[in-house]
């Protein structure tokens, strides 16, 4: 079967036996099913969860299911950088290495408020915690590893605010998610390039689910306090949505077709990739912008006080020169593995 034909379902997803995975956002919606299809085929599932308790109630229900399921719940905030780095050394601590790193949780459209780091909350969950659990657990990787990022048809409706990534002056609570799903994507083309340039087997594939029935669509509503909105919400879902177990079906692609290359994307081939089967799908063209993705990439190192693939081969990959794109406001990086992110983050963001 080709990358751009259909009906690729839940069945095609080959034998997974001695494999490991981590899903992040594995207590609901997409998370779970993507947990529930890889723990079928035989790999082991680390399910890293901000909610523990909903995540053992997940994973107890799997294991009813399908009693050979081999599923462990891990704590993970990944907006909370100290939380992050918690769960990767427990990651290093259970396993010897990960085939399948499933960068999925996130939030839509809440509104504006903090990290722990002090980061806006969707640009911080969304992409820098994942950047930082990337850039922790790269070592643990296996040759043949892949990375699946899980970005949005929102990254179309959103754009890099440079002069005000944290929504600081200006926020708008569905702008701020499109931007975050945005840097899902720079960061899924940017960390494709870089493993290339650095000679790195493993392989960034990235996904988008289309629109599926998750408790996504209910966060922001009831952070909100807004019962018209949570009411739209809940129509939308009835009647527009397919399910969490379809709309896993783009990340369960990139994360098991073995056809599949680094850079590829996937997601429903339905009307606006809204619903369907997974294929290969375009993008934006401002998430393959080369000069972006390393401008982020820079401001996520920045924020996180971790380096991720960054050394001699960037000069190739990013496109830019070691000056040209961090702000005159930027910080000098040299130093970050031993900087305090906070006062990096604060620093970095104008
Ligand atoms: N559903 C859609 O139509 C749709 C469309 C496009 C893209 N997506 C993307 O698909 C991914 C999964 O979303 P979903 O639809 O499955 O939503 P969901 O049902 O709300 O699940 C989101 C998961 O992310 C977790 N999460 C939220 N904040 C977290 C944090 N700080 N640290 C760790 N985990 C956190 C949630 O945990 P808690 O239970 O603790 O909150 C939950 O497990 C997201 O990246 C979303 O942007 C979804």
Excluded at 3 to 25: N, Y
Excluded at 53 to 59: Q, R, S, Y
Excluded at 99 to 113: E, T, V
Excluded at 236 to 264: C, E, F, V
Aim: proline share 4%.
């Amino acid at each position: 079967m080709s990358l751009e034909d259909s009906r690729w379902t839940e069945a095609d997803v080959p034998r997974l036996d001695g494999k490991v995975a981590l899903v992040t956002g594995a207590n609901g919606g997409l998370g779970v099913e993507t947990a529930r299809v890889l723990a079928a085929r035989g790999a082991r599932v680390l399910m890293a969860c901000r909610t523990v308790a909903k995540g053992e109630a997940v994973a107890e229900h799997l294991r009813q299911q399908q009693p050979d399921a081999d599923v462990q719940v891990l704590a993970l905030d990944l907006a909370d950088l100290s939380s992050v780095g918690r769960c990767a050394a427990q990651v290093q601590e259970e396993v010897g290495s990960l085939d399948l790193l499933i960068n999925n949780a996130g939030i839509m459209a809440i509104p504006r408020r903090d990290t722990a780091d002090g980061l806006e909350m969707q640009l911080g969950t969304n992409h820098i915690g994942h950047f930082a659990l990337t850039a922790r657990l790269l070592p643990l990787l296996a040759p043949e590893a892949r990375i699946v990022t899980v970005s949005s048809q929102a990254h179309r409706m959103g754009w890099m605010a440079w002069s005000d990534l944290m929504g600081q002056r200006r926020y708008d609570k569905w702008l701020s998610y499109g931007q975050s799903k945005l840097a899902n994507l720079l960061f899924h083309f940017e960390l494709d390039r870089r493993l290339r340039a650095s000679g790195a087997t493993q392989r960034a594939v990235a996904a988008h689910p289309g629109y599926a029935a998750t408790n996504l669509q209910h966060v922001g509503p009831q952070l909100s306090g807004s019962p018209r909105e949570a009411k739209l919400m809940r129509l939308a879902n009835r009647y527009l949505a397919q399910s969490a177990a379809h709309g896993a079906l783009p990340s369960l692609r990139a994360a098991t077709d073995p056809k599949a290359q680094g850079g590829d994307y996937f997601g429903p081939d339905g009307f606006w990739e809204v619903r369907g089967w997974p294929v290969l799908v375009g993008h934006a063209n401002r998430a393959g912008d080369v000069a972006d993705a390393a401008r982020l990439w820079r401001h996520s190192e920045a924020w996180t006080g971790l380096s991720l693939l960054s050394g001699a081969a960037l000069t190739q990959t990013a496109g830019s020169s070691d000056s040209e794109d961090l702000d005159a406001d930027d910080v000098d990086t040299d130093d970050r593995e031993t900087e305090a992110p906070v006062a990096m983050a604060r620093a970095a963001t104008p």
